[in-house]
T-cell receptor
């Protein structure tokens, strides 16, 4: 059974600080996504990581994927209040082992609060 | 505008009264799926569909039905809703094959009393 573990689950940061959110998963996959969710809202796609070593950056956020370590990271640089939200990683199991399992497995999310 | 449209956004109903939550996408995506989101449990997949007339169970299918008669639509049916189905529901779609990821609908907040 695939497990996706994010940590920390709660993160309170000061503005201007850096931090990293970790996403570990328990089986092979080379597709991983990061989403942002504001309270009561839908999921907004942040990054699509499709291969080992993939690194993508958008503004103060940078995501990376290490498929050998089964680890993805979301790095926050010089946090600002607008980044306060819940961040989810999700592993795509549709193409694992050449099969079509049709399943997107989410981590439990990291609730980020950025304080002045 | 490319989007996934869910209706209704909010629904309060009584136990046992059949309901349908609709989901429609305008991106010609083959793959569609339903998730429910609950505090402390995250998002869990209910059902998914890889194309017209092809559906399969996700992690928590009990109490739900789906159908995929047309490519663009993937309704979620609760034949006899119970209070434990009170949740926030999301529909999502994507292309099969190499993909840019999934597009999520705005969500449906369902309360069963």
């Amino acid at each position: 059974e695939l497990k996706v573990e994010q940590n920390p689950l709660f993160l309170s940061m000061q503005e201007g600080k850096n931090y990293t959110i970790y996403c570990n998963y328990s089986t092979t996959s080379d597709r991983l996504y990061w989403y942002r969710q504001d309270p009561g809202k839908s999921l907004e796609s942040l990054f699509v990581l499709l291969s080992n070593g993939a690194v993508k950056q958008e503004g103060r956020l940078m995501a990376s994927l290490d498929t050998k370590a089964r680890l993805s990271t979301l790095h926050i640089t010089a946090a600002v209040h607008d980044l306060s939200a819940t961040y989810f990683c999700a592993v795509d199991m549709r193409w694992d082992y050449g099969g079509s399992q049709g399943n997107l497995i989410f981590g439990k999310g990291t609730k980020l609060s950025v304080k002045p | 505008e490319a989007q996934v449209t869910q209706n209704p956004r909010y629904l309060i109903t009584v136990t046992g009264k059949k309901l349908t939550v609709t989901c429609s996408q305008n991106m010609n995506h083959e793959y569609m799926s339903w998730y429910r989101q609950d505090p402390g449990l995250g998002l869990r997949q209910i059902y998914y569909s890889m194309n017209v007339e092809v559906t399969d169970k996700g992690d928590v299918p009990e109490g739900y039905k789906v159908s995929r008669k047309e490519k663009r639509n993937f309704p979620l049916i609760l034949e006899s809703p119970s209070p434990n189905q009170t949740s926030l529901y999301f529909c999502a779609s994507s292309l099969m094959g190499r993909t840019d990821g999934y597009t999520f609908g705005s969500g449906t907040r369902l309360t069963v009393v």
